[in-house]
């Protein structure tokens, strides 16, 4: 049996996991990248870069969005995927639903939205929608995106999102906005990269943390 | 500078973690677990029992593992509050939209659910409505709440739980909105409109700590 000699240093310093404690980790899920919103015209998770991975290592990818905050009105955030090459312009079929709820109990909803879900299109895809995102300063979105298997080459990759929103865009007061987008990439290339932004104005604040989630 | 030796052997056997790495990795953190029994409520409270509610972490999940209510007239809900747990009148604006489907196959609907959702209240915010009183049972499912400890942006939160309620439905309740408050959140309270509770209510940090 070897012997190999450690210091108390080293051992106090540990910034990672040895392999036979979870490779990394200590459960399930695994904090990969979290980027954090100054004014950026897109925020992008690319495999290999900066630390980012996003391949065969994990089956099921989470996004986590915190404050995402508009610099600008009428702002809706999206997401789009890369299969190759340089472009997000994965081709998606999706779903889209919402509900919401005035501050002032004017109204509430529960409805499909046809103009902002995807059929075989490279579009990005809308995960706030049926109105915008508020730009007071204590407004934005938060939410969550799951990514199932974007490494395979056998079959499409499924992705579900769920983001809650205040849009303080519609009279007579604002919205709590919650909107549900599911689909798929319908390609067989692997998934390496995916990026979020808004259609009109940066995102001036906010973060997204990146997670691999483990299947043992 | 202490010198420690150890053997190959021990460290592929570490089953434990150091501190330090424990400040990187992302993970799930069970915080607390709270069990009712006849309970008035279930409260979180930063800083109280061990409970850590506050920037640690910037995203929080409570888990209900098989929590009930008394009576079929009973509602659980959940509050928050901005001074450690002296008030929950945190005022929220919420949404809420269900599916249930009969034991009996009816109903089977799916619906923006008005008896669920908040307009800047300031009182509970229901998880479940309806409760079922029958000894088997319960409401399990997930709440998370985003960033409770900001002092510049309200606090998102989502849920999504299921119960077999009294109409011997299966009906799982989707709920999201906003803590409209710029204060930092520091305390979470689970109770029933009336009446009390019984079950566990699971509290995690997730993600590295900030």
Redesign the interface.
């Known amino acids: 049996?070897?012997?190999?000699?450690?210091?108390?240093?080293s051992?106090?310093?540990?910034?990672?996991?040895?392999a036979?404690?979870?490779g990394?980790?200590?459960?399930?899920?695994?904090?990969?990248k979290?980027l954090t919103a100054s004014g950026d015209t897109t925020l992008s998770f690319v495999n290999g870069t900066d630390g980012v991975v996003l391949d065969d290592t994990y089956p099921i990818y989470k996004f986590?969005f915190?404050?995402i905050?508009p610099s600008g009105a009428g702002s809706e955030f999206q997401v789009g995927f890369r299969d190759g090459g340089t472009d997000y312009d994965a081709t998606k079929t999706t779903t889209v639903f919402y509900?919401?709820?005035?501050?002032?109990?004017q109204a509430?909803?529960?409805d499909y939205n046809t103009s902002e879900d995807l059929a075989q299109s490279t579009a990005f895809q809308d995960l706030t929608v049926a109105s915008q995102i508020g730009t007071d300063?204590?407004?934005?979105?938060?939410?969550?995106m799951t990514l199932f298997n974007p490494s395979s080459t056998t079959f499409v990759k499924h992705f579900m999102s769920?983001i809650?929103?205040?849009d303080d865009t519609s009279d007579p007061s604002?919205?709590?906005?919650?909107c549900?987008v599911a689909g798929y990439c319908n390609v067989t290339a692997a998934i390496d990269a995916v990026q979020f932004k808004l259609d009109t104005n940066n995102i001036d604040l906010g973060?997204i943390?990146l997670?691999g989630i483990k299947d043992a | 500078m202490a010198i420690r030796t150890a053997v190959n052997r021990a460290l592929t056997e570490i089953t434990a973690l150091p501190t330090a790495a424990a400040l990187v990795d992302g993970n799930l953190t069970l915080l607390k677990t709270l069990t009712a029994d006849n309970s008035a409520n279930l409260t979180f409270v930063n800083g109280t029992n061990d409970v850590v509610f506050d920037n640690t972490y910037e995203k929080y999940v409570f888990k209900f593992i098989d929590t009930s209510i008394r009576s079929n007239t009973e509602k659980l809900g959940f509050n928050v509050s901005i001074d450690s747990g002296s008030n929950y009148n945190v005022a929220k604006t919420s949404s809420a939209f269900r599916a249930h489907h009969g034991e009996d196959d009816s109903p089977a609907a799916l619906a923006y659910y008005g008896d669920d959702d908040l307009a800047q209240g300031t009182g509970l915010q229901p998880i479940q409505n309806g409760g079922n009183s029958d000894a088997d049972s319960c409401i399990s499912g997930e709440l998370t709440i985003f960033n409770p400890s900001s002092t510049t942006f309200v606090k998102h939160f989502i849920m999504t739980t299921n119960q077999n309620n009294s109409s011997g439905n299966s009906q799982v309740l989707h709920i999201a909105g906003y803590a409209n408050t710029t204060s930092a959140v520091d305390a979470i309270i689970f109770q029933s409109n009336t009446g009390n509770i019984d079950g566990t209510i699971k509290m995690y940090g997730v993600g590295p700590k900030q």
């Open positions: 049996m070897s012997l190999i000699k450690y210091n108390n240093r051992l106090k310093d540990l910034t990672t996991t040895p036979a404690a979870g990394g980790g200590t459960g399930a899920l695994v904090h990969i979290t986590e915190i404050n905050h509900a919401y709820h005035f501050e002032g109990d509430t909803t529960l300063n204590d407004e934005g979105a938060s939410g969550e769920r809650n929103y205040v604002p919205i709590s906005v919650v549900h973060k943390k997670y």
